[in-house]
């Protein structure tokens, strides 16, 4: 009988121990932050065969993530007048693509400004 016991509570403690992997298993699963901002860049300089320069910034949402990247939309001489653009990703929690807009167009030697009224 004592094996019986013995037995019965190796399998409990063997069954949570799978639970314990399986659960690891679908944590791995899931995109962190780095592989989510690589694969939008990726998609993005795909979807609009324009050079996604940078992620200027990232945040999870309850639906996937929203993600600004700035893109090289027309290179010039100076480098100062080429023309960026900042475009607003989302994404699945997966890290996949699922729409992008346009923000903002800016010339690259042009800092922001912050006077009220964008002057």
Do not use: H
């Not at 945040?59 to 600004?68: F, N, P, S, V, Y």
């Not at 990703?89 to 346009?102: F, V």
């Amino acid at each position: 009988m004592s094996n019986t016991s013995n037995t019965s509570g190796s399998q409990s403690s063997s069954n949570s121990s799978k639970g314990k992997a399986k659960d690891a298993a679908d944590e791995q699963d899931v995109p962190g932050p780095m592989e989510v901002l690589r694969k939008a860049r990726t998609q993005l300089s795909e979807l609009t065969g324009m050079v996604a320069e940078s992620v200027s910034s990232f945040e999870r949402a309850e639906d996937g993530w929203t993600l600004q990247i700035e893109v090289l939309e027309l290179e010039r001489v100076p480098d100062t007048m080429s023309l960026l653009a900042s475009y607003e990703a989302t994404c699945d929690p997966d890290g996949e693509l699922t729409g992008y807009r346009r923000v903002r167009r800016y010339e690259r030697g042009r800092a922001d400004s912050n006077r009220p009224g964008g002057r």
